[in-house]
């Protein structure tokens, strides 16, 4: 049962433009979700997070906004940059309990 | 400030054979996970440790598997007979405190059963 899906496995983008990845849960208890990004052979390394109190939340070039009627929520990264190149995993967890259940990653491809 | 160490990075076995992962976690760090990766999956967690107790250990297939956190610092995973479908990479990761946040994960360990 998976219950953080990501239905894209890749997306291309300019370098400049903007990126949008999307992650769609199912359980409602989730309250708390987070982005991370994947360079190949490292560890994820936390970005963003977003608690369900709020319906988005920026931190430079990165924001996130969550539709918790459509138990839906993005990444928006303004603008690419070749460095963003990475595989993103949304996350989600209740709050009081650190356990995260990850969705399969999205392969962000910025083209210079 | 060092991050999670992990040994070791790689490791080819025959399947039936016994493999065992080291994790050290950020120093202060309470909390300590262990989360198998499955190639074109997300990383899903086996073990959850809080100082030396286990907190949730509810998807470790106890049969096979076995982790522990003596005197709350490092861990061991241990896979024992190994299958197959255990290759995966195996992340270890901490964080400080019992809530949501911010995990921060090592490098992890690449396993390959053949």
């Known amino acids: 049962d998976q219950q953080v899906k990501q239905n894209s496995p890749s997306l291309s983008v300019q370098e400049g433009r903007i990126s949008i990845l999307n992650c769609d849960y199912t359980n409602s208890m989730f309250d708390y979700f987070l982005w991370y990004k994947k360079y190949p052979a490292e560890g994820p390394t936390f970005l963003i997070s977003i608690s369900s109190i709020k319906d988005k939340n920026e931190d430079g070039r990165f924001t996130v906004f969550l539709n918790k009627s459509a138990k839906h929520l993005s990444l928006h990264i303004v603008p690419s940059q070749p460095g963003d190149s990475a595989v993103y995993f949304c996350a989600a967890s209740i709050i009081g309990n650190e356990k995260l259940t990850f969705g399969t990653g999205t392969r962000l491809t910025i083209i210079p | 400030e060092a991050g999670v160490a992990q040994s070791p990075r790689y490791k080819i076995i025959e399947k039936r054979q016994s493999v065992a992962f080291w994790c050290n976690p950020i120093s202060g760090h309470a909390t300590l996970y262990w989360y198998q990766q499955i190639l074109g999956q997300g990383p899903k967690l086996l073990i959850q440790f809080q100082n030396n107790g286990v907190v949730d250990d509810s998807q470790l297939p106890k049969d096979r598997f076995s982790a522990e956190r003596l005197k709350g610092v490092d861990s061991t995973l241990k896979i024992q007979p190994a299958k197959l479908e255990d290759s995966a990479v195996y992340l270890c990761?901490?964080?400080?405190?019992?809530?949501?946040?911010?995990?921060?994960f090592g490098e992890g360990s690449r396993l390959t059963v053949l």
């Open positions: 990761a901490s964080s400080l405190a019992l809530v949501a946040g911010e995990l921060f």
